[in-house]
T-cell receptor
Framework: GAGVSQTPSNKVTEKGKYVELRCDPISGHTALYWYRQSLGQGPEFLIYFQGTGAADDSGLPNDRFFAVRPEGSVSTLKIQRTERGDSAVYLC???????????FGEGSRLTVL | AQSVSQHNHHVILSEAASLELGCNYSYGGTVNLFWYVQYPGQHLQLLLK??????LVKGIKGFEAEFIKSKFSFNLRKPSVQWSDTAEYFCAVRLSGNTGKLIFGQGTTLQVKP
């Protein structure tokens, strides 16, 4: 597609459940980023992939959060044992290498009840 | 830790007024600087960026920003705002030699009254 695609656009789940959020980056973009944005805040960095490997996962808040990018294209952010505090918009971005402009998707809004 | 501060959280202007949004960062090394905009219901879009060279950069839709290294600032300006500029504006910094991640400020909500 022309832009970064994220699914689902909205996800409502119950506390304790497992959630997967998917990101399909712009074709050919080697770098992929996950951010989290809470209401009234700027995007907060979670993890960065260069190709298939996580080059920087310093923003993942704890071990309930995990992300993969097995073929260097689509990425999945996985959240185990969700908590109400995980409610936020999860943004994905991609770029041509780590020095390029970041292109963002529309985000996946996660609500944990 | 590196941080980005946007001092104006909510700005209300009338059409044709001039705009300046402040952005300061805390990092002593080489940086790349960005302003992103998020219109209601849309995704983040790049307004402009500074990597090197002329510290006055021009972006889309008549926006410009000036990098002042001595002040660690990268303020966004527009001489005359329009109602369609109503949006949330985010300043972001990328540290040179870093993984490429951007560090964002908390954002400024701009409301332009027609």
């Amino acid at each position: 597609g022309a832009g970064v695609s994220q699914t689902p656009s909205n996800k409502v789940t119950e506390k304790g459940k497992y959630v997967e959020l998917r990101c399909d980056p712009i074709s050919g973009h080697t770098a992929l980023y996950w951010y989290r944005q809470s209401l009234g805040q700027g995007p907060e960095f979670l993890i960065y992939f260069q190709g298939t490997g996580a080059a920087d996962d310093s923003g993942l808040p704890n071990d309930r959060f995990f992300a993969v990018r097995p073929e260097g294209s689509v990425s999945t952010l996985k959240i185990q044992r969700t908590e109400r505090g995980d409610s936020a918009v999860y943004l994905c971005a991609s770029s041509q290498g780590r020095a390029g402009e970041l292109f963002f998707g529309e985000g996946s809004r996660l609500t944990v009840l | 830790a590196q941080s980005v501060s946007q001092h104006n959280h909510h700005v209300i202007l009338s059409e044709a007024a001039s705009l300046e949004l402040g952005c300061n960062y805390s990092y002593g090394g080489t940086v790349n600087l960005f302003w992103y905009v998020q219109y209601p219901g849309q995704h983040l879009q790049l307004l402009l960026k500074y990597f090197s060279g002329d510290p006055l950069v021009k972006g889309i839709k008549g926006f410009e920003a000036e990098f002042i290294k001595s002040k660690f600032s990268f303020n966004l300006r527009k001489p005359s705002v329009q109602w369609s500029d109503t949006a949330e504006y985010f300043c972001a910094v990328r540290l040179s030699g870093n993984t490429g991640k951007l560090i964002f400020g908390q954002g400024t909500t701009l409301q332009v009254k027609p």
